[in-house]
């Protein structure tokens, strides 16, 4: 009888440390996740008009993102997120220093190159926006069209 309630035990303790393992994961990629998945929320309630509550969402994005790159530091992913989520929220400065950062890192990143055009064509620096156009030209994807129908409405 002691075999058998050893052997339980064992077995509990043995699938609770993998199972725990297995569920913990990379906690930075979780955060990216959670916060890039917060993001795309906010976009579509952005897109509904729910201008607000996608700003809460970008707030809250933000945390996750900021978490994800103490832990993580210097993905131009992560990066492109939190220039993202800040320039959504209002605080341009910042979301154009993590922008630059992540083009330091990748200067032909799609997504930074368009958001920080989109940033510049907001603050009134047209020919800055024209530059991260040339730079996704030969892309042949959509942030390049994104951006080139903003700088066309200009």
Do not use: W
Request: with cysteine.
């Amino acid at each position: 009888m002691k075999k058998i309630f050893f052997t339980i035990i064992f077995y509990i303790a043995f699938f609770n440390i993998v199972l725990g393992a297995a569920s913990s994961g990379d906690s930075s990629q979780s955060n990216y996740k959670k916060g890039s998945s917060i993001i795309l929320k906010a976009k579509k309630l952005e897109e509904k008009g729910k201008i607000e509550k996608a700003k809460k969402r970008y707030e809250k994005a933000l945390k996750y993102l900021i978490k994800s790159n103490k832990e993580k530091p210097n993905q131009p992913d992560t990066l492109n997120y939190l220039g993202f989520a800040l320039r959504k929220t209002g605080n341009l400065k910042e979301a154009e220093k993590y922008y630059l950062i992540g083009l330091d890192i990748d200067p032909n990143h799609n997504g930074i190159n368009e958001y920080l055009g989109e940033l510049y064509i907001n603050t009134n620096r047209m020919e800055l926006a024209k530059e991260r156009l040339e730079v996704l030209k030969s892309c042949n994807c959509e942030e390049y069209q994104e951006l080139k129908e903003l700088i066309d409405r200009e």
